[in-house]
T-cell receptor
């Protein structure tokens, strides 16, 4: 059974810092990995999707990497801003699971002024 | 603008009532999903659909039911709500492209059963 773990569970950084969020998964047989952002009481916003054949994806200040063989992904946020404060979730799409995502419990990020 | 909608956003209801949570998407996606998320916990898939007249149960057992009569519409129904159903329900959709199908989520419905 696939398990997705995110470390740390919570993180507080001052504005302007670069930071890394970690995601690990137990079964490397995945199609892709998605990073999402969730604001309190809201739905999920897709940030980046990395295919199993890819090593990284970039969007603006965000960079996500994937090491499928070791079951790890990182989300790098450059020059953090207070507006980045949210919970960040990673999710993997396993092969043969009819597009069922398995989610981690998330990292709650707070960027302070 | 292509999007995915959920109504209501918030619902407080008494035990035993029948409720339907609505989900609609204007992106023309074949696949749709319902996830359940308790506060501070991970999302769990409860239902999904490949297309019209297709419905499947997800990993987490749920007393809810779904239907898919139209491509754009995927409602979830609870015949008799109970306090244990209190949770956030998130709807999502994706194209029928298999491995590279990015899932897009609606804003969610926060359900409280008293």
């Amino acid at each position: 059974k696939q398990e997705v773990t995110q470390i740390p569970a919570a993180l507080s950084v001052p504005e302007g810092e670069n930071l890394v969020l970690n995601c690990s998964f137990t079964d490397s047989a995945i199609y892709n990995l998605q990073w999402f952002r969730q604001d309190p009481g809201k739905g999920l916003t897709s940030l980046l999707l990395i295919q199993s054949s890819q090593r990284e994806q970039t969007s603006g200040r965000l960079n996500a990497s994937l090491d499928k063989s070791s079951g790890r992904s990182t989300l790098y946020i450059a020059a953090s801003q207070p507006g980045d404060s949210a919970t960040y979730l990673c999710a993997v799409l396993e092969t043969g699971t009819a597009s069922k995502l398995t989610f981690g419990t998330g990292t709650r990020l707070q960027v302070t002024l | 603008e292509a999007d995915i909608y959920q109504t209501p956003r918030y619902l407080v209801i008494g035990t035993g009532k029948k409720i339907t949570l609505e989900c609609s998407q204007t992106m023309g996606h074949d696949k749709m999903y319902w996830y359940q998320q308790d506060p501070g916990m991970e999302l769990h898939l409860i239902h999904y659909s490949y297309g019209v007249n297709s419905t499947e149960k997800g990993d987490l057992s749920s007393e809810s039911t779904v239907s898919r009569i139209r491509t754009e519409h995927f409602p979830l129904t609870l015949e008799s709500a109970r306090p244990s159903h209190t949770s956030q329900y998130l709807c999502a959709s994706s194209e029928w492209r298999g491995r590279d199908a990015e899932q897009f989520f609606g804003p969610g419905t926060r359900l409280t059963v008293l």
